[in-house]
Each structure stands twice: as C-alpha cells, then as structure tokens.
C-alpha cells in the first residue's frame, strides 16, 4: 500500500461491536468512551482530558502496551468528543454523494472548510457500495473495505493535523482505521487528485472518499451558516433527551443533481488509477462545445464584489455554439 509522505495511517484498538447497524454500534462506542472518560476523570460535557492522564489509566486497567494505551487515549477521546455533541452527522444520497465525489474542489476551499469545522468532531455518512478505501484488517495487513461513514477532527499540539477515522461497512472484518494528514494543504493535494497520487495504488479510492466527505460538509454549511465556527468559537450545544444526555443531531443534505455519475464513480475506484484523457488546459478555449465538469468555488459577491460566497457550479457546455459538440462519457480525471 502506497502512502503520501503527507499522512499516517494505522489502525485503532478499538474495536466496534457485531450487529445489524455499524451506525448504532458506533453511536453505542462513542457513548461508552463519553461515560469512562466521564466517570474516570471527571469530564464535563464539553472538557477534554490530557492524553496522557487517560493513557495513563488505560494502562493501567487493562496492563495494555504504552503505544496501544496512547492510541486507545486518543481514540476514546475523539469519540468521546463526538458523543458530547450529539454525534452530528451529515447524511447524502447515492446520487448526490458521486456527484460530490465527482466535483472539483480548489485548495482555497479545502482550507477554507478545515479551518471552519462545525463540530470538534464531524461524522459524513457514505452510502452503502459507493466507497471504499485501504482499511486495516481483523486478521492483520490491510485490504481494501467498503466505508460507511467517515468522522473529520483535528490533531497535533496546535490542531494542526487532519485526521478521519474511517468506519469500515463490515466491523467483523474489517477494524476502525485513522489516517492523519499533516497539514490543509496535504488534503488540498490529495482532494485535487494529483496524477501521481492517483496513479498509486490507494490513491484514487481516497481522493474520491475525501471528495465525497468534503463536499458534503460544504453543502451543509452553505445552507446552514450558522454552523460554521468562526475564530475558534465552540461549537453549538446540542439537543439533550429528558435525562440530560445529548440527542443525537442527523443532517440530510439534498439537492437536484443532473449528471448521474455512479456508474463512473464505481468504474474510476476499479481502475485506481487516473484514466481518460488529459483534461483540457486552463484557460484555453474548446474547438469544440464539451460539458465542463461541476466544481466549487468562491464567487465574489457584495459591494464591490469585496467578499466571497461559496458555490458549487453545475455541468455546464462551453465552446462555440455552432461548433461540433464533443460525445463523450462522464470520466474522472486528475485536475
């Protein structure tokens, strides 16, 4: 398996439960880390204990080897983190879902939706057999899996990292795996499908997935500023049931979506590799009229076009309207 000297990726010791839903039993997890950190340390609704006092106790009551009790610390706060909030979650249909895996996304919006994160911990659901990605096995190694949701949080001493912990579709194969990038600007490289990173051997699995979960948290924020954390603010309280526990908070994101790219999707994760031909060059004017891939943006707007609102632009055809019209299917390739 190939990784980008930008990223780390192991696997988590914690484990999920067998059941019917990997959602309920994930939902289940994280609430049982929010109630040991809880009991064990104290932790109020929104605290976050120092890794090393839970490790240390990990440790501890469990006899379990430093770097497996520091990755159990991390871990069991991140979901505990989740659990607090009300285990958001962004919810988005097959269709829609490929059509944000197939959406070009600029680095400026990468940064820009990193460094404004609704939660300290955000889940994106991925529908099920669109997705899959290099994931950590239950009898050792990795091997490719399908995912069924994706959680989005912050690491390093400055929250500096990017880190998601990947949910495999089946627990009893395949184990939660973390995969952490340095910096904003690694996601950037990788959501922009770089032609080497794509033509490795996890490469285009990923960049789809990062897409995917990307553009889910863009639309939601679009439609729903207010969710946006500007300057570090924390984030909004949840709802909490009768006995004072969070509720958990479902978001479905929805819009009309033309271009059917599933098929495409499905065939792009087989090939792993870039494919089709080389897209046409910034700037150039087509001889022929073709179908410009969807993409996001940030488009000027108020007085004197002084601020920026994200939009996503839909497939539109460029070139001379008397010109041959360029038949083609809808590929993805590097941008």
Same mark, same amino acid.
């Given at each position: 398996?190939?990784?980008?000297? =930008?990223?780390? *990726?192991?696997?988590?010791?914690?484990? &999920?439960?067998a059941?019917?839903?990997?959602?309920?039993?994930?939902?289940?997890? $994280?609430?049982?880390?929010?109630?040991?950190?809880?009991?064990?340390?104290?932790?109020?609704?929104?605290?976050?204990?120092?890794?090393?006092?839970v490790?240390?106790?990990?440790?501890?009551?469990?006899?379990?080897?430093?770097? #497996?009790a520091a $990755?159990?610390?991390?871990h069991?706060?991140?979901?505990?983190a989740?659990? @607090?909030?009300?285990l958001p979650?962004?919810?988005?249909? =097959? !269709?829609h879902?490929?059509?944000? $895996?197939?959406?070009?996304m600029p680095?400026?919006?990468v940064?820009d &939706?990193?460094?404004?994160?609704?939660?300290? #911990?955000?889940?994106v659901s991925?529908?099920?057999g669109?997705?899959?990605?290099?994931?950590?096995s239950?009898a050792?190694? @990795?091997?490719?899996?399908?995912?069924?949701? #994706?959680l989005?949080?912050?690491e390093?001493? $400055?929250?500096? =990292?990017?880190?998601? *912990?990947?949910?495999?579709?089946?627990?009893?194969?395949?184990?939660?795996?973390?995969?952490?990038?340095?910096s904003?600007?690694?996601?950037a490289?990788?959501?922009?499908?770089?032609?080497?990173?794509?033509?490795?051997?996890d490469?285009?699995?990923?960049?789809?997935?990062?897409? =995917?979960?990307l553009?889910a948290?863009a639309?939601?924020m679009?439609?729903?500023?207010s969710?946006?954390r500007?300057?570090?603010?924390p984030p909004a309280?949840p709802?909490?049931?009768? %006995?004072?526990?969070?509720?958990?908070?479902?978001?479905?994101?929805?819009?009309?979506?033309?271009?059917d790219?599933?098929?495409q999707? &499905?065939?792009?994760?087989?090939?792993?590799?870039?494919?089709?031909?080389?897209?046409?060059?910034? %700037?150039?004017?087509?001889?022929?009229?073709?179908?410009?891939?969807?993409?996001? !943006?940030?488009?000027?707007c108020?007085?004197?076009?002084?601020?920026?609102?994200l939009? @996503?632009?839909?497939?539109?055809?460029?070139?001379?309207?008397d %010109?041959?019209?360029a038949?083609?299917?809808?590929?993805l390739v590097?941008?």
């Open positions: 398996m190939h990784t980008d000297r =930008h990223e780390a *990726f192991r696997p988590s010791p914690l484990r &999920l439960a059941g019917p839903s990997v959602a309920a039993s994930l939902a289940s997890l $994280a609430g049982r880390c929010a109630e040991m950190l809880a009991l064990t340390l104290g932790l109020g609704a929104r605290s976050m204990a120092d890794v090393c006092a490790r240390s106790i990990i440790a501890r009551s469990t006899g379990a080897p430093p770097e #497996v $990755a159990q610390a991390t069991a706060m991140v979901l505990a989740w659990a @607090v909030s009300g979650r962004v919810d988005v249909g =097959h !269709k879902a490929a059509a944000l $895996a197939s959406t070009a680095p400026s919006v940064r &939706l990193l460094a404004h994160l609704p939660w300290d #911990v955000t889940a991925a529908p099920s669109l997705f899959r990605a290099p994931l950590a239950v050792g190694g @990795v091997e490719r899996g399908g995912v069924s949701s #994706v989005v949080f912050r390093g001493a $400055a929250g500096d =990292h990017v880190a998601l *912990f990947l949910v495999p579709d089946d627990p009893g194969r395949h184990l939660l795996t973390v995969r952490v990038y340095e904003e600007g690694a996601v490289e990788l959501v922009g499908a770089r032609r080497d990173l794509l033509a490795c051997e490469g285009a699995d990923v960049a789809l997935l990062m897409r =995917h979960v553009g948290l639309e939601l679009r439609h729903r500023p969710l946006r500007e300057g570090g603010a309280a709802r909490t049931k009768s %006995g004072g526990r969070p509720a958990p908070t479902v978001f479905r994101v929805d819009r009309p979506v033309r271009v790219c599933r098929p999707v &499905l065939a792009f994760q087989r090939a792993a590799d870039a494919g089709g031909a080389s897209p046409t060059r910034a %700037g150039s004017t087509p001889a022929a009229r073709v179908t410009v891939r969807a993409h996001w !943006k940030m488009q000027p108020g007085p004197r076009a002084s601020m920026r609102e939009i @996503v632009v839909e497939d539109y055809e460029r070139g001379p309207e %010109g041959p019209v038949v083609r299917s809808h590929v590097s941008g």
